[in-house]
């Protein structure tokens, strides 16, 4: 089964910056979407953005313009730039890819731990 594993998280006062990233491993033949969720206290888990294996991006309303999110193909890895950063930003931030692994060739879809980001003066 394909792991995620992020980093990044931490505790930033608001309107700082904080860059996310995930990697993936196992036995990948090939990563189709990228992306992050994240969940608050009390909330469901909401999409914060996506990015496909040729670029084209997704982004939630109240991330445009604060967040960008890349990948890198060689290392199978997401990042997530986040700026501006606002309490109602704080929550776990949970990665996501979904694609094709070996040895079987088969589709899989995988979450990560989650990493806490915390806005906070």
């Known amino acids: 089964q394909v792991q995620l594993v992020e980093s990044g998280g931490a505790l930033v006062q608001p309107g700082g910056s904080l860059r996310l990233s995930c990697a993936a491993s196992?036995?990948?033949?090939?990563?189709?979407?990228m992306g992050w969720y994240r969940q608050a206290p009390g909330k469901q888990r909401e999409l914060v953005a996506t990015?496909?294996?040729?670029?084209?991006?997704n982004y939630a309303d109240s991330m445009k313009g604060r967040f960008t999110i890349s990948r890198d193909n060689a290392k199978n890895t997401v990042y997530l730039q986040m700026n501006s950063l606002v309490p109602g930003d704080t929550a776990v931030y949970y990665c996501?890819?979904?694609?094709?692994?070996?040895?079987?060739?088969?589709?899989?879809?995988?979450w990560g731990q989650g990493t806490q980001v915390t806005v906070s003066s």
């Open positions: 996501y890819a979904d694609g094709w692994e070996g040895p079987t060739i088969r589709f899989f879809n995988s």
């Open positions: 196992g036995i990948i033949v090939s990563i189709n979407t």
């Open positions: 990015i496909t294996r040729g670029g084209p991006t």
